[in-house]
């Protein structure tokens, strides 16, 4: 164990604070899920691997930078995402139960299918300024990191708008609070919930390429993602999108931190610790609400 | 206007609605009343959708419904409020004006949340029940009466034809429950038909211009209020046989 200087300490909470940002995007979309439909999308590890191979293979043989490459594969999650609810989840009976036999299935045959694929060899998308930083005031700010909190935060910006501000945004939050009252509303909840998983699936996919050019992966990493991803919606309450963000960013540090001044093997378990501990506090999470089942 | 044909809908061997037909009338404010557990709010529960009748059949201005979803139902024409107010509580109550609405299609997906035209005519039912001062606080803030007037013209913001008033008085102050009277009856005199469940029975006879008595799921009587009030059956299935209390006695 060593005490970091001032200046590592802030350079860590910098570190940490900007990958933070990507944990809150890879968050968002499996929290904002989980809110309309009350389902986990044990898969949404496995489709941020599915997006960073994307965004791989996009760069090896196109040469499209992976942060362009966004464009591309949001609109195709986003299509994946409708079909698999209204195809797939929609047919189970108490989905709220079931589908977490289900999705953990999809998880598997995607990290399947990815093994068989691309081999366990772990993969990063280095494009030209993988290793440049700026260095402002002595600090150290790594450009991938950078582009990949910039890149995160803009589009969570623009969840946050189409969720207050559109009309599928509201029939959303309509449906999260009580889905019952939104069908006798008028509110096809099927419709919502296939372009709810859709939206889910899309923050995935940018996901999925911004964790390519910060951490290298292979098919069996899906796992490692989830398990984050999961921990982070619960430590900020399920269903709540600032929960996310909090969490995803105590998350970042937290790691960063452990890693300093214990050992980088350590960071995952401090953080589960902390998950554990403020789960006997606040069993519903920072900012998550005591889900009563209404009749 | 509603017409339920031999509607059953059973809940584990217990048939809540049994065999159950009625008419509401185009025009008229029916009311719905019984015991407790007679079979009201799951008759409601099928009429919308929330329930599939196990046998029967509904119709709505000469349209089958039963086995529809609920925003299909709701889209053909009927409004409802509930017993306990069910509106979208972290919402502004304008947003809560604005939910019923709108249909979502690929179309409209995007489109602004909150249009002029829609605005103004929430504003107006607002006004109309004093409560436009409250437009961007949350309903979770407002007093359960309060809450029940902004469910209630929120209903009439997609102009249904029908309009289904769970125990509309319930839980409300007697002030605001003549308030309410005095809304069901003015828009009744335009035109809107009304089918409610209420227990406040002065409020049921003097409202009403029809009523239905059901019992242990089955319509046991109806007519206009005077007919009703001195019906014998409807007097045992509230007060208990006189038989068995003189047995008893």
Same mark, same amino acid.
């Given at each position: 164990?060593?005490?970091?200087?001032?200046?590592?300490?802030?350079?860590?909470?910098?570190?940490?604070?900007?990958?933070?940002?990507?944990?809150?995007?890879?968050?968002?979309?499996?929290?904002?899920?989980?809110?309309?439909?009350?389902?986990?999308?044990?898969?949404?590890? &496995?489709?941020?691997? $599915?997006? &960073?191979?994307? @965004?791989?293979?996009?760069?090896?043989?196109?040469?499209?930078?992976?942060?362009?490459?966004?464009?591309?594969?949001?609109?195709?999650?986003?299509?994946?995402?409708?079909?698999?609810?209204?195809?797939?989840?929609?047919?189970?009976? /108490?989905?709220?139960?079931?589908?977490?036999?289900?999705?953990?299935? $999809?998880?598997?045959?995607?990290?399947?299918?990815?093994?068989?694929?691309?081999?366990?060899?772990?993969?990063?998308?280095?494009?030209?300024?993988?290793?440049?930083?700026?260095?402002?005031?002595?600090?150290?700010? *790594?450009?991938?990191?950078?582009?990949?909190?910039?890149?995160?935060?803009?589009?969570?910006?623009?969840?946050?708008?189409?969720?207050?501000?559109?009309?599928? !945004?509201? &029939?959303?939050?309509?449906?999260?609070?009580?889905?019952? &009252?939104?069908?006798?509303?008028?509110?096809?909840?099927?419709?919502?919930?296939?372009?709810?998983?859709?939206?889910?699936?899309? @923050?995935?996919?940018?996901?999925?390429?911004?964790?390519?050019?910060?951490?290298?992966? /292979? *098919?069996?990493?899906?796992?490692?993602?989830?398990?984050?991803?999961?921990?982070?919606? %619960?430590?900020?309450?399920?269903?709540?999108?600032?929960?996310?963000?909090?969490?995803?960013?105590?998350?970042? %540090?937290?790691?960063?931190?452990?890693?300093?001044?214990? @050992?980088?093997?350590?960071? *995952?378990?401090?953080?589960?610790?902390?998950?554990?501990?403020?789960?006997?506090?606040? *069993?519903? !999470?920072?900012?998550?609400?005591?889900?009563?089942?209404?009749? | 206007? +509603?017409?339920?044909?031999?509607?059953?809908?059973?809940?584990?061997?217990?048939?809540?609605?049994?065999?159950?037909?009625?008419?509401?009338?185009?025009?008229?404010?029916?009311?719905?009343?019984?015991?407790?557990?007679?079979?009201?709010?799951?008759?409601?529960?099928?009429?919308?959708?929330?329930?599939?009748?196990?046998?029967?059949?509904?119709?709505?201005?000469?349209?089958?419904?039963?086995? +529809?979803?609920?925003?299909?139902?709701?889209?053909?024409?009927?409004?409802?409020?509930?017993?306990?107010?069910?509106?979208?509580?972290?919402?502004?109550?304008?947003?809560?004006?604005?939910?019923?609405? =709108?249909?979502?299609?690929?179309?409209?997906? +995007?489109? =602004?949340?909150?249009?002029?035209?829609?605005?103004?005519?929430?504003?107006?039912?607002?006004?109309?029940?004093?409560?436009?001062?409250?437009?961007?606080?949350?309903?979770?803030?407002?007093?359960?009466?309060?809450?029940?007037?902004?469910?209630?013209?929120?209903?009439?913001?997609?102009?249904?034809?029908?309009?289904?008033?769970?125990?509309?008085?319930?839980?409300?102050?007697?002030?605001?429950?003549?308030?309410?009277?005095?809304?069901?009856?003015? +828009?009744?005199?335009?035109?809107?038909?009304?089918?409610?469940?209420?227990?406040?029975?002065?409020?049921?006879?003097?409202?009403?211009?029809?009523?239905?008595?059901?019992?242990?799921?089955?319509?046991?009587?109806?007519?206009?209020?005077?007919?009703?009030?001195?019906?014998?059956?409807?007097?045992?299935?509230?007060?208990?046989?006189?038989?068995?209390?003189?047995?008893?006695?």
């Amino acid at each position: 164990m060593t005490i970091p200087s001032f200046h590592l300490f802030v350079q860590t909470l910098i570190l940490g604070g900007l990958v933070g940002g990507v944990y809150a995007l890879m968050a968002s979309g499996l929290t904002l899920i989980f809110g309309v439909m009350r389902v986990i999308n044990v898969a949404h590890g &496995a489709f941020l691997i $599915l997006g &960073a191979y994307i @965004t791989y293979e996009l760069f090896q043989y196109f040469k499209i930078d992976p942060i362009a490459s966004i464009l591309i594969t949001m609109p195709v999650f986003f299509g994946a995402g409708w079909l698999i609810q209204r195809y797939m989840l929609s047919r189970i009976a /108490n989905p709220e139960q079931t589908s977490v036999l289900v999705t953990f299935a $999809l998880a598997l045959v995607l990290e399947g299918i990815l093994g068989f694929i691309f081999q366990t060899t772990a993969r990063m998308v280095t494009p030209s300024y993988t290793s440049d930083a700026f260095i402002f005031a002595t600090y150290r700010f *790594p450009v991938t990191r950078l582009i990949g909190f910039g890149t995160a935060l803009l589009i969570i910006l623009l969840l946050y708008l189409i969720l207050q501000y559109t009309n599928l !945004g509201r &029939a959303i939050r309509a449906t999260t609070q009580d889905p019952r &009252a939104a069908q006798l509303m008028g509110i096809n909840t099927s419709m919502i919930s296939a372009f709810t998983f859709a939206l889910g699936l899309s @923050t995935a996919a940018a996901g999925g390429s911004l964790l390519s050019i910060i951490y290298s992966f /292979n *098919p069996s990493s899906q796992a490692d993602w989830i398990a984050r991803t999961l921990s982070i919606i %619960v430590l900020g309450g399920m269903g709540s999108i600032p929960g996310a963000l909090i969490a995803a960013l105590t998350l970042g %540090v937290m790691e960063q931190m452990t890693s300093i001044v214990v @050992t980088l093997y350590w960071s *995952p378990i401090v953080f589960y610790f902390f998950l554990f501990f403020t789960l006997i506090i606040r *069993p519903q !999470g920072l900012l998550g609400e005591i889900i009563r089942e209404k009749g | 206007m +509603l017409i339920t044909e031999n509607i059953t809908k059973t809940f584990g061997g217990i048939k809540a609605v049994d065999d159950c037909s009625i008419k509401v009338a185009q025009g008229l404010i029916t009311g719905l009343i019984g015991p407790n557990g007679s079979g009201k709010t799951t008759l409601f529960n099928m009429v919308t959708g929330l329930y599939k009748p196990d046998a029967g059949k509904i119709s709505l201005k000469g349209n089958q419904i039963q086995g +529809l979803k609920p925003s299909k139902i709701y889209h053909q024409g009927i409004g409802r409020t509930f017993q306990i107010t069910r509106l979208f509580w972290k919402m502004t109550v304008l947003e809560n004006m604005i939910v019923p609405v =709108r249909q979502i299609g690929w179309q409209t997906l +995007l489109s =602004r949340g909150v249009k002029k035209h829609e605005e103004e005519q929430a504003m107006e039912l607002l006004h109309w029940v004093g409560l436009s001062q409250y437009r961007d606080e949350e309903v979770r803030k407002l007093s359960f009466g309060q809450q029940k007037l902004i469910e209630f013209v929120a209903v009439l913001m997609s102009d249904p034809d029908l309009i289904l008033l769970d125990e509309p008085a319930g839980g409300v102050n007697p002030v605001m429950i003549e308030k309410m009277m005095e809304m069901v009856d003015d +828009l009744n005199s335009k035109g809107k038909t009304f089918l409610l469940v209420e227990h406040n029975m002065r409020l049921v006879m003097e409202l009403c211009q029809h009523i239905i008595v059901l019992d242990h799921g089955q319509k046991i009587a109806e007519g206009v209020p005077s007919e009703v009030q001195n019906n014998p059956l409807v007097l045992e299935a509230y007060l208990g046989s006189t038989q068995n209390a003189n047995a008893s006695a």
